[in-house]
T-cell receptor, first 117, second 117 residues
Framework: AQKITQTQPGMFVQEKEAVTLDCTYD???????LFWYKQPSSGEMIFLIY??????QNATEGRYSLNFQKARKSANLVISASQLGDSAMYFC??????????????FGQGTELSVKP | GAVVSQHPSWVICKSGTSVKIECRSL??????MFWYRQFPKQSLMLMAT?????????EQGVEKDKFLINHASLTLSTLTVTSAHPEDSSFYIC?????????????FGPGTRLLVL
C-alpha cells in the first residue's frame, strides 16, 4: 500500500491566486515528520516546509503553509499568491520514527503545478 | 547554510565503463547521506543510506556490487556505478542530513544526469 499519496498528477493555477496541493499518508507510527519539496525542471530538490506529528500548529514558511489534519492523515501544501516561478513538480514526503533520530524519506508520486500568467 | 553540491552534473559514458558521482555537504557536516534515483516524470526512489565510516545500507532490489557507495568523510559521499549499461541511464540525486534544534531535514544536491551509450 502507498504510504504517501498525491492524487493530483497535474494542477493549474492563475498567477496571484492560492493553490492547494493534496497529500495523504499512512503510518501506524505515532512519531513522524512530513515534508514538502519543490523540483523545478532543472532537477534540484528544494526543501519548502516541515510538519512534525506532535506539532500543535500548522507549519508556515513565507507563502507556503501546511494544512495538517492528523485525524484525516492529510498534509496539504497551500501556496498563496502564486508566482510564475512556482511552476514545478511538488513532492510530499514522510519520515517515520522519533524526530531526533532522522531517517529515510518516503516520497509521493508528485504533483506538477503550472502557474498561468 | 545547508548547501549540498554534486559532481558531475552531466555525464555521458560508454557501456561497460564505471562512473563516480560525488556528493558534498559544503557548509555542514553530514553523518548520513542518501542516494536516490529518479526516472523521467516519476518520483524519487531511495537506493541506499550512506553513513560516515560504515557500510551503506541498500534498499531491497538495489545491487550493492553495481552501485558502490563510500562515505569516507563527514562532508563527502560517493556513488560509483560500475560497468554501466544503458539501463543505468537515469537522474541520480543525493541528500545530506542537516540537524538544527534537534530536527533533521534532508537537503538535496542538484543531481547528476547519467547517459550510458
Amino acid at each position: 500500500a502507498q504510504k504517501i499519496t498525491q492524487t493530483q498528477p497535474g494542477m493549474f493555477v492563475q498567477e496571484k491566486e492560492a493553490v492547494t496541493l493534496d497529500c495523504t499518508y499512512d503510518t501506524s507510527d505515532p512519531s513522524y515528520g512530513l515534508f514538502w519539496y519543490k523540483q523545478p525542471s532543472s532537477g534540484e530538490m528544494i526543501f519548502l516546509i516541515y510538519q512534525g506529528s506532535y506539532d500543535q500548529q500548522n507549519a508556515t514558511e513565507g507563502r507556503y503553509s501546511l494544512n495538517f489534519q492528523k485525524a484525516r492523515k492529510s498534509a496539504n501544501l497551500v501556496i498563496s499568491a502564486s508566482q510564475l516561478g512556482d511552476s514545478a513538480m511538488y513532492f510530499c514526503a514522510m519520515r517515520e520514527g522519533p524526530h531526533n533520530q532522522g531517517g529515510k524519506l518516503i516520497f509521493g508520486q508528485g504533483t506538477e503545478l503550472s502557474v498561468k500568467p | 547554510g545547508a548547501v549540498v553540491s554534486q559532481h558531475p552534473s552531466w555525464v555521458i559514458c560508454k557501456s561497460g565503463t564505471s562512473v563516480k558521482i560525488e556528493c558534498r555537504s559544503l557548509d555542514f557536516q553530514a553523518t548520513t547521506m542518501f542516494w536516490y534515483r529518479q526516472f523521467p516524470k516519476q518520483s524519487l526512489m531511495l537506493m541506499a543510506t550512506s553513513n560516515e565510516g560504515s557500510k551503506a545500507t541498500y534498499e531491497q532490489g538495489v545491487e550493492k556490487d553495481k552501485f558502490l557507495i563510500n562515505h569516507a568523510s563527514l562532508t563527502l559521499s560517493t556513488l560509483t556505478v560500475t560497468s554501466a549499461h544503458p539501463e543505468d541511464s537515469s537522474f541520480y540525486i543525493c541528500s545530506a542530513s542537516y540537524w538544527t534544534s534537534g530536527q533533521e531535514t534532508q537537503y538535496f544536491g542538484p543531481g547528476t544526469r547519467l547517459l550510458v551509450l
